[in-house]
């Protein structure tokens, strides 16, 4: 490289605002560039200097470098390394070429912005904050989208018992279905998830939830909320009214919001939605509830109302979207069946997840669909989501065939049965001063009924500082004010924890209410 650094006018050009119009200036500015310590190859570091210099306007539209030779020669470079540089600027448009005239910088549009013409100074860049500019379907979605939970075990709802995982067996599953994967699956499929899979998941479903389903109608897709996304997408348009339960599940209000659905909302009581104390006269294109066990209150819908549900869905030609998401925990009777089965060619879309009873890293969940739409849906997914995961999805059917879904499926029965007694003691002192619980025949979570609005916003404020997650159930209101408790997901916190944080929140409810 050039060593007469000395006649270099350091001042004027380490500035990195000097217009580099002449050979000279532009060559004793590459030298400067080249001899900062840098790990990068010299005809990167020239490129990335060029670059720069033209997208900052100090070198101007038209402008004509020296030839490759010349500049060589100038910074002690083989010819090959400035070649390289000028090639790669060539090719991404920053310089072109003129036939016998050499090479000049490009007439790019910015450069016009940043640079004073009338100085050899480039003006500043104006400061201008760059704004997200979302959507209205973005902001929308964002209202649902809260900031990350903390990391609090205690007592985070939907969370299963990681901790109790068969982490070793699932492992080995996957890695036999990962070592056999055929060629196929390294492609793109549009079959709807592994046959396998589907295969096994219907023998699963007609046996345990009596749904009614050949393997074909199911469809596998990453997780329930993007079955609900997939379900929006095709069967409603921007306005439609989708009617669902109050309290409810905020991932799929989240989706809703987001496609600029009108969300009706209708309440929840002892028996589950109540459609028929819907006065409104609405047309709903879908309907959305959990009737198995209602989110977050946990009622279990009642059969009158399953029937007035499916009626009114006739009479709306509308979808109920069965959201079955945590139905397999059951403690006192066997899981109630579901509300899929219960006619024959229902207007009913089955959603069902693998987060709870895997885990919801895993995003496998799918959808169980009327004939009609099996054929549609299976085209969109493809289209709009891509299938994946394959070895994962045999690796699940080989795990529900051998019986082990089942079994840990038991076992989780048993643990999450004890984690709520353990829940229920520990919180046993404020139920003796009027606290009132859910019911917790099933899921992984109770309700903690409050009367004061005033008490949950305490209540959850003062958790935070202890290192316990409490969700505000005014928060699954979607009209205000909302019904205030608290729901707190006992299946993922270990022991120890629901004893600690129990008892915190016994002895602070007790205090608020005494004091
Ligand atoms: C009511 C309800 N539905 C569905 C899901 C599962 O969603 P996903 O399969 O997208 O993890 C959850 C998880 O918390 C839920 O609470």
């Known amino acids: 490289m050039k060593g007469s650094h000395g006649s270099i006018d350091h001042e004027r050009l380490s500035g990195g605002a000097a217009l580099l119009e002449h050979a000279d200036g532009l060559a004793d500015a590459l030298s400067l560039a080249l001899d900062e310590a840098s790990s990068q190859p010299l005809s990167t570091r020239l490129y990335h200097s060029l670059r720069e210099w033209i997208q900052a306007g100090r070198l101007a539209s038209g402008q ?8 060589a020669h100038e910074l002690g470079l083989g ?30 549009p910015f450069q016009q912005a940043q640079v004073n013409a009338s100085s050899d100074i480039a003006a500043p860049r104006p400061v ?11 902001s929308a979605l964002l209202a649902f989208c809260h900031a990350r939970q903390e990391p609090f075990s205690a007592f985070v709802p939907g969370v299963p018992a990681l901790d109790r995982f068969p982490h070793g067996q ?34 699963y479903l007609q046996l345990s939830r009596s749904v009614r389903c050949r393997p074909e109608q199911i469809l596998i ?98 979808w109920v979207v069965e959201d079955d998401y945590d139905s397999e925990f059951r403690y006192a009777q066997r899981p109630v069946a579901a509300l899929q089965g219960l006619v024959e060619n229902s207007r009913v879309i089955y ?89 917790g025949q099933a899921g992984m ?15 959850v404020e003062r958790a935070r500082s202890e290192g316990i997650s409490l969700s505000p159930l005014s928060g699954y209101y979607l009209s205000s004010p909302g019904q205030p408790g608290l729901v707190l997901g006992y299946a993922g916190t270990v022991e120890a924890e629901i004893g ?13 209410v005494e004091g």
């Open 79 to 108: 010819r090959n390394t400035v070649l390289a540089a000028f090639d790669q600027l060539l090719a991404e448009g920053f310089l072109t070429t003129r036939h016998g005239a050499g090479t000049f910088v490009a007439d790019l």
């Open 128 to 138: 201008r904050a760059v704004e997200p500019l979302l959507s209205s379907r973005g």
């Open 351 to 439: 959603v069902g997840t693998f987060s709870k009873v895997m885990y919801p890293g895993m995003r496998l969940g799918y959808l169980v669909l009327p004939e009609v739409l099996v054929e549609p849906f299976r085209r969109a997914n493809a289209r709009l989501h891509r299938e994946g995961q394959y070895a994962v999805q045999a690796a699940l059917a080989e795990f529900i065939t051998r019986g082990h879904f089942s079994r840990h499926v038991r076992r989780m029965r048993d643990c999450y049965s004890w984690r709520q007694a353990l829940l229920r003691k520990a919180l046993a002192p404020a139920v003796a001063r009027g606290l009132r619980l859910s019911e």
């Open 64 to 71: 004509r470098l020296p030839s490759t030779r010349q500049l």
């Open 500 to 512: 600690r944080a129990g008892r915190w929140l016994a002895q602070a409810w007790c205090d608020l």
């Open 170 to 203: 699932w492992l080995r599953l996957l890695r036999r279905h990962q070592q056999r994967m055929p060629a196929a699956w390294l492609s793109y499929q549009a079959q709807g998830g592994v046959p396998m899979l589907r295969e096994a998941l219907a023998d």
């Open 221 to 318: 897709v990453q997780g329930a909320q993007q079955g609900f996304e997939l379900i929006v997408r095709l069967l409603t348009d921007s306005g439609d009214e989708v009617w669902l339960e109050e309290p409810g599940y905020h991932g799929a209000q989240a989706c809703f919001a987001a496609a600029g659905l009108e969300m009706t909302s209708v309440a929840v009581d002892g028996e589950g939605m109540n459609v028929e104390a819907l006065a409104r006269p609405g047309s709903p294109r879908l309907i959305y509830v959990t009737p198995s066990h209602q989110y977050p209150s946990g009622v279990t819908m009642s059969l009158a109302r399953r029937l007035a549900l499916l009626e009114a869905a006739e009479r709306h030609d509308a």
């Open 445 to 459: 979570h109770l309700v903690a009924w409050l009367d004061a609005p005033e008490h949950e916003r305490i209540l």
